[in-house]
């Protein structure tokens, strides 16, 4: 007991080695560009990126994880029917008949309703369990090593607006570092503490470019088909089987359940969203007939935050 509460222990403190590892290469850039180059007509703009840099990956790092809230979890009477019943196929009933009062629409890839053993909560719709963090997450797309944190629902936005501060703080370097790496090249920077900064510099800032600018073109096409990076290598399950672009609503409001409705907003690293639990479909989630393939009923969709409303009307 003692050994595995060690070895947790460990796991910890191991875990922010690469949070620590881009926190030194930032402060070193800063100390660089500002204090050996000091390229005063840039430093305005510097500054910006750099705070909002740090402003993003602070809110990417410390956000905590949003969980399910308690109209998910097994009540007292609920869990002892669950634990009850002996047969596997008996406790899915039981789950099936908790999940009827809930906004719950996906399934797990047997068909069973979605259930969290160690959390004891039914999963609402693109919630999955995060080993790392021992808990479970709305809306979770991974567990990101470099902010040492779960990306979900409550952190996304922080951590799309984290790349793209990254980059554009690289990519600044970069431009306004460029001609003085001309000059290290021809022999024409004097020698000193600055010629080395200039050269690792721009190797640094063009490596981290390169590499963000996958990863965030990655993830601006998952926003703009409204997938998580889990739900990209496994698609959702519905009542009617696995359907990839089952939550993809159109490119406004799936940029909307991110940022927010305030345009205004959108680049500010504050929460500008309520989605989490539930979330608009283009899957009716009655008999998962697929608007845009409908021929007998006119479906429409009225999201709130408790559940869904599906009206239909005869064409025929």
């Known amino acids: 007991m003692a050994l595995s509460r060690g070895l947790r222990c460990c796991q910890r403190v191991f875990s922010w080695i690469p949070v620590l590892i881009i926190t030194a290469v930032v402060l070193w850039s800063y100390y660089a560009y500002v204090f050996e180059l000091c390229l005063l007509a840039y430093l305005l703009v510097f500054h910006v990126c750099f705070v909002m840099f740090s402003w993003t990956y602070w809110k990417s790092i410390f956000t905590p994880p949003a969980t399910p809230c308690k109209k998910f979890q097994l009540s007292y009477s609920d869990k002892q029917r669950y634990e009850m019943e002996e047969r596997p196929d008996a406790q899915k009933q039981v789950l099936v008949e908790i999940a009827k009062k809930l906004p719950i629409f996906t399934r797990a890839q047997s068909g069973a309703i979605r259930f969290c053993d160690r959390c004891q909560v039914l999963k609402p719709d693109r919630c999955h369990h995060c080993s790392v963090c021992e808990t479970c997450v709305l809306k979770m797309d991974h567990h990101c ?115 927010g409705e305030e345009r205004r907003l959108w680049f500010i690293p504050v929460v500008s969203t309520d989605f989490g639990c539930t979330f608009m479909t283009n899957v009716c989630p009655r008999n998962q007939i697929c608007f845009n393939e409908c021929l007998s009923c006119l479906i429409f969709f009225f999201y709130s935050s408790e559940s869904y409303i599906c009206i239909g009307r005869d064409l025929l």
């Open 145 to 259: 090593p470099w902010v040492n944190n779960c990306v979900g629902f409550s952190n996304y936005k922080f951590f799309l607006l984290f790349l793209s501060y990254s980059m554009l703080y690289c990519i600044f370097i970069a431009a306004t570092v460029f001609k003085y790496f001309l000059k290290f090249w021809v022999g024409e920077l004097p020698n000193g503490p600055a010629k080395f900064h200039v050269l690792f510099l721009m190797f640094v800032a063009l490596m981290f470019f390169v590499s963000l600018m996958f990863l965030f073109g990655y993830h601006c096409w998952l926003v703009a088909k409204n997938r998580s990076t889990l739900e990209a290598f496994s698609a959702p399950v519905f009542v009617g089987g696995p359907d990839r672009n089952g939550f993809n609503v159109g490119i406004r409001k799936n940029l909307q359940q991110v940022f």
